[in-house]
């Protein structure tokens, strides 16, 4: 597998990058440095690519796209990005097969320039996502701090990792001014989200379309997923299914939650709704929802909200779902609407 790797010591980068050997027929360079927009805009010849610190200017965009590259060590530091009226994404990964370990490295979106409460619907223009994933690779140990909105789409078109992540929005809860900053947002197939850690003011993890996922958290849109070893922490939603309620064609099937830590600080701790923009309403019964399960280890659910620590309000809802490993606290007691024929065994809620 080739690889990527956020890079900034000073004393490397000088060695490595600014005194990279002249490309001499089809040589490649050793190493490449993307420490400027023009930097980041060709590295096809590159063995080796670093990431260095340096501030990203106003309405530039990053677009990564490498595919010959090679690990290298690398030590921790940051982009910033100065405040943009550029749509999003910010930073863009298009990567075949990469290998790219962040050693901490962190993508600063200077989120409190932003946020006024109403997040993608309305005020300042938010850029979003801010960091956005096509290509394939492995990716892992790094941090997304303070994004305007959605921090990390997820749109690969091969088997990909993402690991040791930090989501970073924490401060978005000041006065109520973080809105809509999504932990993960994903729409494709064959995805690892593990051993990753969200604070925000939204969904945590929402999974739009795709099949065989191994993560937690919400889904929108989805088939064959799994939800284990998550930790998910002061989230307006803890996890949530949502299906538009005039949706006809909409299948979430096979969803299973393992051993994952979930605590919301505002809404329900665990919602399906078919009745979505609405959390509670008239739910359609075009779209079919089906074995959902909580198994193995323990998911502990909790919310410090006014709402029901549980919410189900389902129009067709089908299997007999065995939640006996939810051990859900906090909030109001649980609120089920189940239409269709589907029953819950098990489970403290």
């Not at 090679?70 to 943009?84: I, P």
């Not at 978005?172 to 947002?185: H, I, P, Q, R, V």
């Not at 280890?297 to 309000?313: E, H």
Request: charged share 15%; proline share 3%.
């Amino acid at each position: 597998m080739q690889s990527l790797v956020a890079f900034v010591t000073l004393a490397a980068l000088f060695s490595s990058s600014l005194a990279s050997p002249t490309k001499t027929g089809t040589a490649k360079r050793a190493t490449c440095t993307v420490d400027s927009v023009a930097s980041a805009a060709d590295l096809s010849d590159c063995t080796d690519v670093e990431i260095a610190a340096w501030s990203v200017p106003s309405g530039d965009v990053i677009k990564i796209q490498s595919h010959h590259v090679q690990a290298a060590s690398g030590a921790v530091g940051s982009v910033n990005f100065t405040f943009t009226d550029a749509s999003g994404p910010l930073w863009e990964f298009d990567t075949d097969n990469v290998d790219f370990n962040g050693n901490g490295f962190s993508f600063l979106g200077n989120g409190p320039l932003y946020w006024d409460g109403l997040g993608t619907d309305g005020g300042v223009p938010k850029p979003h996502p801010f960091v956005k994933f096509e290509g394939s690779g492995t990716f892992t140990n790094f941090i997304i701090k303070d994004s305007p909105a959605q921090a990390i789409s997820i749109g690969t078109t091969a088997a990909s990792t993402f690991t040791d992540i930090l989501v970073d929005n924490l401060d978005g809860t000041t006065d109520g001014l973080g809105a809509n900053t999504d932990g993960f947002d994903v729409s494709a197939s064959d995805v690892t989200i593990s051993g990753n850690t969200v604070f925000n003011q939204d969904d945590c993890l929402a999974i739009n379309s795709g099949t065989n996922i191994l993560s937690k958290t919400t889904c929108a849109l989805a088939d064959t997923c799994y939800y284990l070893w998550q930790h998910c922490v002061e989230s307006m939603y803890g996890m949530r299914i949502k299906v538009d309620s005039d949706a006809t064609d909409a299948t979430v099937s096979g969803i299973t939650y393992i051993g994952n830590s979930i605590s919301a600080n505002d809404k329900y701790g665990y919602l399906i709704s078919q009745s979505y923009s609405e959390d509670f309403g008239t739910p359609g019964t075009g779209s079919l929802v089906e074995d959902i399960t909580f198994s193995g280890a323990t998911t502990t659910v909790t919310t410090t909200g006014s709402f029901p620590v549980v919410g189900v309000d389902c129009g067709n809802c089908q299997g007999t779902w065995d939640w006996g490993s939810l051990d859900a606290t906090g909030g109001e007691a649980a609120d089920i609407i189940l239409t269709g024929g589907a029953k819950i065994s098990g489970g403290t809620f």
